[in-house]
């Protein structure tokens, strides 16, 4: 096996709240290396405050789901909370001056 390092930079973060529902607070997309699209991410609420990402599915006629882009590792995951957390706070940050 060989092991490359490659530098994830997680830019053009944009979120869409929607009213909350079961947990759910919103939409996000981002890019990763100014070279990939990722959208329909949702963003939910935890119970103990804090939030996670749920990564987009799809449904096969089997009724099977099964995730169509996800973080592979550890590191890479927490890059894209961050990111997607940091913007989600300045939102939330404006929303609370208006």
Do not use: W
């Not at 092991?3 to 709240?17: M, P």
């Not at 070279?35 to 804090?50: F, R, T």
């Amino acid at each position: 096996m060989i092991e490359i390092s490659i530098k994830t930079e997680i830019t053009e973060v944009d979120i869409i709240l929607v009213r909350p529902q079961k947990g759910l607070v919103g939409f996000c997309s981002f890019v990763i290396n100014g070279q990939i699209y990722v959208g329909n991410v949702a963003i939910y609420k935890k119970l103990d405050g804090g939030h996670r990402l749920l990564y987009p599915t799809r449904k096969l006629i089997t009724g099977k789901r099964l995730t169509t882009i996800h973080p592979i590792t550890k590191e890479a995951g927490q890059k894209i909370k961050d990111a997607v957390m940091g913007r989600l706070k300045q939102i939330m940050e404006k929303e609370k001056k208006r």
